[in-house]
């Protein structure tokens, strides 16, 4: 484990930790007053002004970089993460909420996905590790009980477009093919888990999940089957490899050599609609073999 987290003193990290970036579809993280953030620096034993060396009313994002400089001298960021990423954090925001534990679930992990994202260059990432958020190298396999099963539907899936949404607006098409890859990852999983009854240990590996999953529903082509069906699903599986492969290149911090490719606008929406298509499919064949 890492225990230096200086890398997360990135202005847009620091805004995702207040609340100012929506993360998945119309939520953040719980918002943070200025006040608030004052009381939470003092319950981390950080006593702090509310001005600037100019005088000035301090912005928001100070204080959160204030705390996390002074946590991270005795290596106890993770304590303020896991703090601000606790269930009980998300209660204001999700009181309307029909399914407030599977929201909080899908918004702590974009918020993840989100933060790992402005990491990408750094070599590094964060994971949840037995309820708590770690900051690791980002090539670390680390393997961790899933919580995905509880928040797979079609309705679910069928959001992709709302949570790439910004990530278009701002040309962040690396966003696109990472929230893409995991929504497939989610998806294959949730199969897993339900058929197994247990939690599934994964190890990152979007292909040898998908491998799982083919075994469970009956799904690699044999000498038997009508070749225009295997053809099919030979596509699927070239197509699944291609955004696995594209993640790692150019999402999870691999640097920016000579194997990053350039993603355009409508690259990225052909691995959103495309892993929506699969995503939606596999889920079907699950379904159909439970009824």
Known sequence: MITDYSVILNRNILNILIGDTKVYGQYSMPY???LELQSLC????LSTSSQSNNGLSKSRWVYMRELVTFLNKSGKVNTLLKYLFSYERFSDILKESATPKDD???ISQAAINTINNSLQFSNVKLVVINKSIQLVKADEEIIVKSNMSKMITYEYIAQLPERIKQDLENNDYDSVITKSRTLLEEVFIYIIEKTTHERYKSNGKLISIHSEVQDILGM???K????RVSDLLNGFNKIISSISDMRNMNSDSHGVGSSRITIKNKEARLV??????IAEYYLSVFLKDRV
Do not use: E, V
């Open 220 to 222: 690699k082509p044999n």
């Open 104 to 106: 909080f679930l899908a």
């Open 224 to 227: 038997d089957w009508d070749h």
């Open 32 to 34: 943070y007053t200025g």
């Open 272 to 277: 959103a609609n495309s892993a929506m298509s």
């Open 42 to 45: 003092l319950q981390f034993s």
